[in-house]
């Protein structure tokens, strides 16, 4: 069998892959700064070479980061879009960190067996550099089983540019695409693979108040001076309160009007969802001791799912050293996300957080947008949904098939914008996204490759049964 013979030849070349992958990793590439941007762009555009594609790079502006595209033909049937993400999330506090974050260390966990420690191994530039080893490895084989478009971004951290307007000017070609595939290692703590039908939207906006709208201070001053002078920072706690309840639901006038809940295949996949997630297990995943709402389990996937969030990301105003500084500060800001339900749209969200401030007396206080991603879903009958379930229960897994999950990514690009349905499976195990101490499972990372060469196969033989054609994909 085909998918066998690569599986092994993985195994072969692991130490080389794995040696790869780390030198990747070393590099920085934080968007949010552009420290290694650059030189790790070049280094997935030069991984894409190697694989004998035609690749370039896209920009949507001068102070844009690189998108890095290409396109391997390899005379197959069918043709698929690989999407990818090479940005990194910046280290935060290095003292908190137990390996140093662009180390790429391999350590021992007693639980987990030997993991990998490096910023961005699972989110997501580990499973980036195992897809283009996995494709690879089915190249020098002669055994690629697709055609292949790529699509790299550099600013998925950052809700960047270059990537929807790259799609949006190569619409045409794009389109012609029978998928979209997305591969991370999918793994719980408990080996089985989840895999998601839908992602929410988000929409993330600054919320914030000066101190010369309300006649305060327009520089920070001496906070003796607060008996007289309105203080911007309780101005903005005052807007901030108006935003949820106490159980810090969701208040803004409107909001859930267009909230329409799970449909006849949501509610489907909801209760059998609900048979098998291990709640004490995500909690424990999460480090946290409860949640904050009650229910039964399919209650709260329900809420978790279905319903939509107003969450402060960040605060920042005044003194927050050590020691003391009596200061009135003359500026407050708060970073807001609202996660997107259906039938919830980036631009009524917005519209109704403003009219809802304004109608409080709240006008003065600024509101600075950002780029927001819509939420996307796709049908568990496509081809790529089926695929994804089977290429699981080819290794011996029985997936957890999530009909949407509460993260967002630019996905929406490919099925709503493109009408190409996306998808896509990965084993591997990881956590500590965007926090200290990010890792991925190294067994995992192998594992992965293999379902990747399983995933491309599986598909292009379920899409080509279904188009009538015989194939011998597995001889």
Not at 61 to 67: A, D, F, I, Q, R
Not at 191 to 208: N, T, W
Not at 379 to 397: F, L, N, P, T
Request: charge should be neutral.
């Amino acid at each position: 069998m085909v998918i066998e013979e690569l599986h092994k030849k993985i195994d072969r070349s692991w130490d080389s892959h794995l040696k790869e992958t780390r030198e990747l990793l070393r590099v920085p590439s934080v968007s949010f700064t552009g420290e290694g941007i650059e030189e790790s762009a070049g280094m997935v555009e030069e991984m894409l070479r190697k694989l004998g594609a035609k690749t370039g790079t896209f920009r949507a502006s001068g102070k844009s980061w690189p998108l890095v595209h290409g396109h391997l033909d390899v005379g197959a049937e069918k043709t698929c879009l690989l999407y990818g993400m090479y940005d990194v999330q910046p280290v935060g506090n290095l003292s908190e960190w137990k390996t140093p974050p662009f180390a790429a260390s391999i350590v021992k966990d007693k639980r987990l067996g030997e993991i990998l420690v490096n910023r961005g191994v699972y989110n997501s530039k580990g499973s980036l550099a195992g897809t283009l080893l996995a494709i690879r490895t089915m190249m020098d084989n002669n055994s690629m089983p697709v055609n292949m478009r790529f699509l790299i971004e550099g600013e998925e951290e950052l809700g960047g540019l270059s990537l929807p307007n790259y799609v949006h000017k190569n619409k045409q070609t794009l389109s012609k695409a029978d998928a979209a595939f997305s591969f991370d290692y999918m793994e719980n703590q408990d080996g089985v693979p989840v895999l998601a039908l839908g992602m929410k939207g988000c929409v993330y906006f600054d919320l914030i108040a000066d101190g010369k709208y309300q006649g305060g201070p327009e520089n920070e001053i001496h906070s003796s001076d607060a008996v007289w002078v309105k203080s911007p920072v309780w101005r903005l706690a005052k807007a901030l309160s108006t935003l949820v309840d106490d159980n810090q639901v969701p208040t803004v006038d409107g909001l859930w009007k267009n909230v329409v809940g799970p449909d006849k295949d949501d509610r489907q996949l909801l209760h059998v969802l609900a048979k098998r997630f291990d709640m004490d297990l995500y909690k424990k995943d999460l480090g946290i001791k409860d949640f904050k709402v009650k229910g039964t389990k399919e209650e709260l996937l329900k809420k978790y799912l279905f319903e939509p969030s107003l969450n402060i990301c960040g605060l920042e105003a005044g003194y927050n050293g050590n020691g003391t500084k009596t200061v009135l500060p003359a500026r407050a800001k708060a970073k807001i996300d609202i996660r997107l339900v259906p039938d919830m749209t980036i631009h009524d969200t917005r519209e109704k957080v403003r009219k809802h401030l304004a109608k409080r007396g709240f006008d003065d206080i600024k509101i600075v947008h950002y780029v927001d991603y819509p939420l996307t879903k796709v049908s568990i009958q496509e081809d790529i949904s089926q695929a994804s379930i089977d290429a699981m229960r080819y290794h011996g897994k029985d997936p957890e098939v999530w009909p949407m999950v509460a993260g967002s990514a630019p996905l929406y690009l490919f099925n709503d914008f493109l009408g190409v349905p996306w998808g896509g499976a990965g084993l591997g195990h990881g956590g500590g996204a965007h926090a200290p101490n990010e890792f991925a499972v190294v067994q995992g990372m192998k594992d992965f490759e293999k379902s990747v060469v399983t995933m491309l196969w599986l598909f292009a033989e379920r899409s080509s049964k279904k188009a009538g054609t015989k194939r011998h994909l597995r001889r």
